[in-house]
């Protein structure tokens, strides 16, 4: 493992990922890769979550495909240094920040969207000049085996590697020295990764998750609001980061809130949930009997019928949850939706903030005022109103967690930025020693009462200001080469 490790940064250390014209190949390459083997990328998806083929392409390929188009439209703005403001010391020096990339980075990826939360990273990572680890999640094994068959038969293959294996490779994995380590899954695993790279201060990037909260208000369109959650919740059989884990809704509400998000299960998959080519599949035996664990001692309002030999579980609705019950301590990552009742908006906001941070906050009311108070009262890596799961969509918005939610934050731009140092850069010239005076031994008190003018003067802009400034600027050089000071 070491010795691959140091393979891939040699490859770094030549240079040749950091040109644009690279970058925007090597994109291209991956771009062609999803389109050209298209097919296989979808089977193998299909295959680790029984996910139909239109489901796999709209929820996971257009995604990366989007993204990938994104960074070859805008990634040469983005390396282009940016001006930075000068003052008046530095008035005639060229003053810039200049996105560098960190070097080698290692992505590992999760079972749940296995291209997305794979291939995203590495978009930013090819975009800001890196080299890259890639390693897959092994428990989507299928999309495992294609990545790391697909990836070297486009892209470098001295400076993007995948690494496949358990738990045991993914350890060794951690044991080497990174210059960026972005990961997906569950904080338990975040924990680990934050304590490896702490060895190496290796920054690192957490996308976790939680349980992300719905509270719906009595003051809403609840067929609307019902038919939106119910396609957020059950969408990849639950096993979605920033579903809505558990609904907050007043005593009165619960009742028509399980009837119309029961309709609006059978509106979507049919009198006979089971085949569905829509439902998916829990992802493995051991996730199927945790999930099943949860119903313990829970009133279930419909659903709850499962398939062990499948792994199969409907979607299913609790009522009346006791917020101290198994179901409501963990992130339940499966098509369980518990209500809990509150008495009003301020309970739900209290309920909230008495729970770690989570990923998601939603927020269902034509009350705007509403909306935006509980906004402004709690905290959650992203919110979305009158509407779940649609911000992770926006490439303009940052997406990532907060507190045990994760830290940092890609798509779009902020990828880039990620996997980039912003490195700041000041270019002065050998002449104007005169000048410098002030700030060369020995000291006194006119060069101190100088330096305030320079430092902290704050003048408007315009050329006008310019001019004064370059003024000002000769005149100080001439006093001070004449000795007044």
């Given at each position: 493992?070491?010795?691959?490790?140091?393979?891939?940064?040699?490859?770094?250390?030549?240079?040749?990922?950091?040109?644009?014209?690279?970058?925007?190949?090597?994109?291209?390459?991956?771009?062609?890769?999803?389109?050209?083997?298209?097919?296989?990328?979808?089977?193998?998806?299909?295959?680790?979550?029984?996910?139909?083929?239109?489901?796999?392409?709209?929820?996971?390929?257009?995604?990366?495909?989007?993204?990938?188009?994104?960074?070859?439209?805008?990634?040469?703005?983005?390396?282009?240094?940016?001006?930075?403001?000068?003052?008046?010391?530095?008035?005639?020096?060229?003053?810039?920040?200049?996105?560098?990339?960190?070097?080698?980075?290692?992505?590992?990826?999760?079972?749940?969207?296995?291209?997305?939360?794979?291939?995203?990273?590495?978009?930013?990572?090819?975009?800001?000049?890196?080299?890259?680890?890639?390693?897959?999640?092994?428990?989507?094994?299928?999309?495992?085996?294609?990545?790391?068959?697909?990836?070297?038969?486009?892209?470098?293959?001295?400076?993007?590697?995948?690494?496949?294996?358990?738990?045991?490779?993914?350890?060794?994995?951690?044991?080497?020295?990174?210059?960026?380590?972005?990961?997906?899954?569950?904080?338990?695993?975040?924990?680990?990764?934050?304590?490896?790279?702490?060895?190496?201060?290796?920054?690192?990037?957490?996308?976790?998750?939680?349980?992300?909260?719905?509270?719906?208000?009595?003051?809403?369109?609840?067929?609307?609001?019902?038919?939106?959650?119910?396609?957020?919740?059950?969408?990849?059989?639950?096993?979605?980061?920033?579903?809505?884990?558990?609904?907050?809704?007043?005593?009165?509400?619960?009742?028509?809130?399980?009837?119309?998000?029961?309709?609006?299960?059978?509106?979507?998959?049919?009198?006979?949930?089971?085949?569905?080519?829509?439902?998916?599949?829990?992802?493995?035996?051991?996730?199927?009997?945790?999930?099943?664990?949860?119903?313990?001692?829970?009133?279930?309002?419909?659903?709850?019928?499962?398939?062990?030999?499948?792994?199969?579980?409907?979607?299913?609705?609790?009522?009346?949850?006791?917020?101290?019950?198994?179901?409501?301590?963990?992130?339940?990552?499966?098509?369980?939706?518990?209500?809990?009742?509150?008495?009003?908006?301020?309970?739900?906001i209290k309920f909230i903030n008495e729970r770690e941070k989570p990923l998601a906050l939603y927020v269902f009311s034509h009350n705007n005022k509403l909306i935006k108070r509980m906004i402004d009262r709690t905290s959650s890596g992203g919110v979305t109103a009158n509407d779940v799961i649609m911000h992770f969509t926006l490439s303009s918005l940052p997406f990532g967690g907060v507190g045990s939610s994760g830290m940092g934050v890609y798509h779009g731009k902020y990828s880039f930025d990620t996997f980039s140092h912003q490195r700041p850069c000041l270019l002065k010239r050998l002449k104007g020693e005169s000048a410098n005076n002030l700030r060369y031994p020995p000291n006194s008190q006119s060069k101190v009462d100088w330096a305030k003018f320079f430092l902290l003067k704050r003048f408007n802009k315009g050329k006008l200001s310019l001019l004064l400034l370059t003024f000002l600027g000769i005149l100080v050089a001439v006093l001070v080469k004449?000795?007044?000071?």
């Amino acid at each position: 493992m070491e010795r691959e490790v140091q393979r891939v940064r040699s490859a770094f250390g030549s240079g040749r990922s950091r040109p644009l014209r690279f970058r925007l190949q090597q994109l291209e390459a991956l771009r062609r890769m999803v389109l050209e083997r298209e097919k296989d990328i979808v089977a193998a998806i299909t295959n680790d979550l029984r996910k139909s083929e239109l489901n796999a392409y709209s929820q996971e390929v257009i995604t990366v495909l989007g993204e990938i188009d994104l960074m070859l439209e805008k990634l040469p703005e983005w390396v282009t240094a940016k001006p930075a403001k000068k003052n008046l010391l530095t008035m005639l020096d060229e003053v810039y920040v200049q996105p560098e990339p960190l070097g080698v980075v290692l992505i590992i990826g999760a079972w749940n969207y296995p291209l997305v939360l794979t291939i995203h990273p590495l978009i930013g990572a090819i975009a800001a000049g890196n080299a890259a680890i890639i390693k897959p999640s092994e428990v989507s094994e299928h999309t495992a085996k294609i990545l790391a068959e697909l990836l070297p038969q486009y892209l470098d293959q001295d400076l993007y590697v995948v690494i496949n294996g358990g738990v045991e490779e993914a350890t060794e994995l951690l044991k080497q020295r990174f210059d960026h380590i972005f990961y997906t899954g569950s904080t338990a695993v975040g924990k680990i990764v934050m304590e490896a790279a702490a060895k190496h201060l290796t920054p690192v990037t957490l996308e976790l998750g939680g349980k992300s909260p719905c509270y719906i208000d009595r003051n809403c369109d609840l067929d609307i609001a019902c038919r939106r959650i119910a396609w957020g919740k059950y969408m990849n059989c639950g096993q979605t980061c920033i579903a809505p884990d558990y609904i907050l809704c007043e005593p009165s509400l619960q009742d028509q809130i399980v009837q119309k998000i029961k309709e609006s299960v059978k509106a979507f998959y049919g009198e006979n949930i089971k085949e569905s080519p829509d439902y998916e599949r829990i992802i493995s035996l051991r996730h199927f009997k945790r999930i099943l664990s949860l119903l313990e001692g829970q009133q279930i309002a419909f659903g709850g019928e499962t398939d062990e030999a499948s792994r199969y579980m409907a979607p299913t609705v609790l009522t009346d949850v006791d917020p101290e019950t198994k179901v409501m301590q963990e992130e339940i990552f499966g098509p369980i939706l518990p209500i809990v009742p509150v008495k009003d908006a301020d309970e739900a906001i209290k309920f909230i903030n008495e729970r770690e941070k989570p990923l998601a906050l939603y927020v269902f009311s034509h009350n705007n005022k509403l909306i935006k108070r509980m906004i402004d009262r709690t905290s959650s890596g992203g919110v979305t109103a009158n509407d779940v799961i649609m911000h992770f969509t926006l490439s303009s918005l940052p997406f990532g967690g907060v507190g045990s939610s994760g830290m940092g934050v890609y798509h779009g731009k902020y990828s880039f930025d990620t996997f980039s140092h912003q490195r700041p850069c000041l270019l002065k010239r050998l002449k104007g020693e005169s000048a410098n005076n002030l700030r060369y031994p020995p000291n006194s008190q006119s060069k101190v009462d100088w330096a305030k003018f320079f430092l902290l003067k704050r003048f408007n802009k315009g050329k006008l200001s310019l001019l004064l400034l370059t003024f000002l600027g000769i005149l100080v050089a001439v006093l001070v080469k004449a000795g007044y000071y």
